[in-house]
């Protein structure tokens, strides 16, 4: 004879035996209990936390007739009427559960609620269930809008889905909504425990706790791995049979890789790394289990108080919170978490998994020659390197150079400044006069009028971009005919401004006159030409530095590109 599996054999036939939502039976048992019911409902949630189970017993609820058949509306279901019965046994005629996933069309939708219209044959209502109604089609839904809001008295619609994001605002306002929670681990793990119980299956807390974890959140999957295990154990349910089933790892190996991290064992780690290989143990699962302990370490660090006993790993939690600092946790999370989605573009996922680990260990806050931990004066060399000699950190302080050690390669990151008489480097090229240009006999100085003009904004910036072509004085008034380098400036209104502000500073009319060209000795652009040069000096002064050309040839430290800017 087959077996019934666990979840169909196991399955709640009451309320009261339901577990883990008990926000959603203390609603519908206080309706029912009320006689306030709606005339449908809606559960959503994730695969296996109960909602066709739920759908279930609210029609039998709805529809018990007690032992005796007087008996009326009840949030306690006999179990032993009727309708009870077929309702268990899925044969009850005034109770039809609908696939949404495989009856999607209007016509299917027509066809149920035309024999809606139809009265119960031998129950108090006819109870539609339509399970992932989500897959319905727009035109469905529409269809159905108008009797799931008045629907007959003897109608009563239960709707489940897994996606509710899906189902149309027209549906959920006319439901009552119920989200249906996922299974905590200790709550999988009791009902296991009773169950394995009255099945005369020995079991081991820590396989009940791993099929939980596993579960994610679904008591269905947890029965059916439970299923599974007793198969594969062929006797207890032992912990170590179901991490070889699952392939999880022990945890005695996460604290093994943490030990090594804290010690700065990197062979240790390698070969951690190894015998999980040789016994083909889930590196995904592995990272995913590290990042799970680190992020208890981290809870232990910072509220000591929420680290259970009931833990299994509580005083290796406890243990490693103290012996690790906090930044330490932080880094080896994120590189936990952001180390798996990196495993299918390793070679293989054991040199994926262990670059995270060599990656935690290379990252290590506090490590490193660029530690902000460490004084200049005891910084210690990394592997390979020499140390940097107190005379060279004198002469560094001495020439005024600032340079930033950084981990493979090291840079240096400098700015110019004034050289010491010890030191031979090229000066930076001076910065020409800004030449004046002859017009006429009366040779005006433009640019220092430009600069005195009080005014400011796109005005200034106007005055900034202008070059003299053309200075004709007649007697008060004068003409000037300039060229502008942003001709977008020179607007009407502002050349007419700009003509204002020269005329009130020399005392004389003065009209402007634009003409296309380049503006090759405008205020603008001998200040660029000086910036220019000035920023070539600097990096021809840094590069020809004797302690720069020191650094760079005995630890490969380059300087960074952007970095020199030419002291004011």
């Known amino acids: 004879m087959t077996a019934l599996a666990l979840a169909r054999k196991w399955r709640?036939?009451?309320?009261?035996?339901?577990?883990?939502?008990?926000?959603?039976?203390k609603a519908l048992t206080h309706a029912l209990d009320q006689q306030r019911l709606h005339h449908a409902w809606l559960f959503t949630g994730t695969r296996g936390v109960g909602k066709t189970t739920i759908s279930r017993i609210l029609a039998k609820a709805l529809n018990c007739t007690g032992a005796d058949g007087q008996g009326q509306m009840t949030s306690q279901p006999c179990g032993k009427c009727p309708a009870c019965t077929e309702i268990d046994a899925g044969r009850y005629v005034d109770y039809i559960e609908m696939d949404a996933a495989s009856n999607r069309g209007v016509d299917d939708m027509a066809q149920l609620l035309e024999k809606a219209m139809y009265a119960p044959s031998s129950a108090r209502f006819k109870v539609y269930m339509i399970d992932e109604v989500h897959m319905l089609t727009g035109h469905a839904f529409n269809a159905m809008l108008k009797t799931l809001e008045e629907p007959p008295p003897h109608v009563k619609f239960?709707?489940?889905?897994?996606?509710?994001?899906?189902?149309?605002?027209?549906?959920l306002s006319r439901c009552l909504q119920?989200?249906?929670?996922?299974?905590?681990?200790?709550?999988?793990?009791?009902?296991?425990?009773?169950?394995?119980?009255?099945?005369?299956?020995?079991?081991?807390?820590?396989?009940?706790?791993?099929?939980?974890?596993?579960?994610?959140?679904?008591?269905?999957?947890?029965?059916?791995?439970?299923?599974?295990?007793?198969?594969?154990?062929?006797?207890?349910?032992?912990?170590?049979?179901?991490?070889?089933?699952?392939?999880?790892?022990?945890?005695?190996?996460?604290?093994?890789?943490?030990?090594?991290?804290?010690?700065?064992?990197?062979?240790?780690?390698?070969?951690?790394?190894?015998?999980?290989?040789a016994r083909s143990s889930s590196f995904s699962l592995a990272l995913q289990d590290l990042a799970s302990l680190l992020q208890k370490i981290a809870v232990g660090q910072t509220v000591p108080s929420a680290v259970l006993d009931d833990w299994p790993e509580a005083t290796e939690v406890r243990r490693l919170a103290s012996q690790f600092n906090k930044e330490d946790?932080?880094?080896?999370?994120?590189?936990?978490?952001?180390?798996?989605?990196?495993?299918?573009?390793?070679?293989?996922?054991?040199?994926?998994?262990?670059?995270?680990?060599?990656?935690?260990?290379?990252?290590?806050?506090?490590?490193?020659?660029?530690?902000?931990?460490?004084?200049?004066?005891?910084?210690?060399?990394?592997?390979?390197?020499?140390?940097?000699?107190?005379?060279?950190?004198?002469?560094?302080?001495?020439?005024?150079?600032?340079?930033?050690?950084?981990?493979?390669?090291q840079v240096a990151q400098a700015q110019s400044v004034p050289q010491s008489s010890s030191q031979s480097a090229p000066q930076s090229t001076a910065a020409p006069k800004a030449s004046t240009v002859t017009y006429n006999s009366e040779d005006p100085d433009w640019q220092s009028w430009m600069k005195a003009l009080p005014v400011r904004g796109l005005l200034q910036q106007l005055a900034f971009q202008t070059e003299?072509?053309?200075?004709?004085?007649?007697?008060?008034?004068?003409?000037?005919?300039?060229?502008?380098?942003?001709?977008?400036?020179?607007?009407?209104?502002?050349?007419?401004?700009?003509?204002?502000?020269?005329?009130?500073?020399?005392?004389?009319?003065?009209?402007?006159?634009?003409?296309?060209?380049?503006?090759?000795?405008?205020?603008?652009?001998?200040?660029?030409?000086?910036?220019?040069?000035?920023?070539?000096?600097?990096?021809?002064?840094?590069?020809?530095?004797?302690?720069?050309?020191?650094?760079?040839?005995?630890?490969?430290?380059?300087?960074?590109?952007?970095?020199?800017?030419?002291?004011?």
């Open 12 to 25: 709640p036939r009451d309320f009261s035996t339901l577990v883990g939502q008990e926000h959603v039976v």
């Open 158 to 171: 239960i709707l489940a889905t897994t996606d509710p994001q899906k189902i149309p605002v027209t549906v």
């Open 178 to 277: 119920f989200n249906l929670k996922q299974m905590p681990v200790p709550s999988i793990v009791e009902h296991l425990e009773k169950i394995l119980e009255s099945e005369q299956v020995k079991s081991e807390i820590g396989a009940l706790r791993i099929l939980a974890k596993a579960a994610q959140g679904s008591m269905r999957d947890a029965l059916s791995l439970t299923d599974q295990a007793i198969a594969y154990a062929a006797g207890p349910v032992t912990e170590s049979a179901v991490r070889a089933m699952l392939g999880t790892l022990d945890e005695t190996y996460l604290i093994q890789i943490l030990d090594a991290l804290r010690t700065g064992d990197g062979g240790a780690l390698i070969a951690i790394a190894d015998e999980m290989a």
């Open 329 to 409: 946790i932080q880094l080896y999370y994120q590189i936990a978490i952001t180390s798996r989605p990196d495993l299918s573009l390793a070679p293989d996922e054991q040199t994926g998994f262990t670059m995270a680990l060599l990656r935690m260990l290379a990252f290590k806050p506090g490590d490193g020659a660029g530690s902000t931990k460490s004084s200049p004066s005891n910084q210690t060399p990394r592997a390979g390197g020499s140390s940097i000699s107190n005379a060279a950190k004198a002469a560094a302080n001495v020439a005024g150079h600032s340079v930033k050690a950084a981990p493979a390669p």
């Open 468 to 568: 003299l072509q053309n200075w004709n004085e007649q007697g008060d008034s004068v003409k000037a005919t300039v060229i502008v380098g942003m001709p977008q400036l020179a607007s009407k209104e502002n050349v007419l401004r700009l003509q204002e502000a020269l005329s009130n500073y020399l005392g004389k009319s003065v009209t402007i006159l634009i003409e296309t060209g380049k503006a090759n000795h405008s205020i603008a652009a001998v200040e660029a030409k000086i910036k220019q040069e000035k920023q070539e000096g600097a990096e021809e002064s840094i590069a020809n530095d004797d302690f720069v050309k020191t650094i760079q040839t005995e630890f490969g430290a380059t300087v960074v590109p952007g970095s020199i800017r030419p002291i004011q």
